[in-house]
């Protein structure tokens, strides 16, 4: 198994592009994270889902915006990137009341 | 308002040495308590999960601890290692839509040689 995984590992995106972070996760595991982490920062949720169809917003959704059609997939999309979300983004997966499995990581770079 | 205090917020301590980091908090009531241990440039690892019920949890050179009554957590590290390098997240656990954890900045450990 190959857990959470995520592509790319590291982007360059530039100021006002678009571009999708995925996140493919083989536990079918029900809930599903997205956070981003700014350097020598904690952890900040940006969308989770608790199921396929199902999304919610967390504490930073702003030019974010994720969609879950089916449970293995995650997808995170950036629209008009701003260098304020260069930072690194990880997936996580969860069953109820379990612990989170985090990917390992994009690290994204706006300029 | 901060919901969770670790402390100290960094540490550098000597490889084979004891050390222990403390987290209080003020979310109540939560399902359970944990720890992850998150290495620079990767996703947290889940080290812990203590229940209201359970006072102390071990895993390998780790050692939890939980006080309901004070609301203070311990992660004791035995022997340390200079892979224990890392960063050390407290998270208490409530069960409500989405199981969303709230994530600190943590207690940042150095180990050396």
């Known amino acids: 198994n190959a857990g959470v995984t995520q592509t790319p590992k590291f982007h360059i995106l530039k100021i006002g592009q678009s571009m999708t972070l995925q996140c493919t996760q083989d536990m079918n595991h029900n809930y599903m994270y997205w956070y981003r982490q700014d350097p020598g920062m904690g952890l900040k949720l940006i969308y989770y889902s608790v199921g396929a169809g199902i999304t919610d917003k967390g504490e930073v959704p702003n030019g974010y915006n994720v969609s879950r059609s089916t449970t293995e997939d995650f997808p995170l999309r950036l629209e008009l990137a701003a260098p304020s979300q260069t930072s690194v983004y990880f997936c996580a997966t969860a069953g109820a009341m379990e612990t989170q499995y985090f990917g390992p990581g994009t690290r994204l770079l706006v300029l | 308002k901060n919901q969770v205090e670790q402390s100290p917020q960094s540490l550098i301590i000597l490889e084979g040495k004891n050390c222990t980091l403390q987290c209080n908090y003020t979310v109540s009531p939560f399902s359970n308590l944990r720890w992850y241990k998150q290495d620079t440039g990767r996703g947290p690892v889940s080290l812990t999960i203590?229940?209201?019920?359970?006072n102390t949890k071990s895993n390998g050179r780790y050692t939890a601890t939980l006080d309901a009554d004070t609301k203070q957590s311990s992660l004791h590290i035995t022997a340390s290692q200079l892979s224990d390098s890392a960063s050390y997240i407290c998270?208490?656990?409530?069960?409500?839509?989405?199981?969303?954890?709230?994530f600190g900045g943590g207690t940042r450990v150095l180990v050396k040689p």
């Open positions: 998270v208490p656990f409530i069960k409500a839509a989405g199981n969303k954890l709230t």
């Open positions: 203590m229940t209201f019920s359970e």
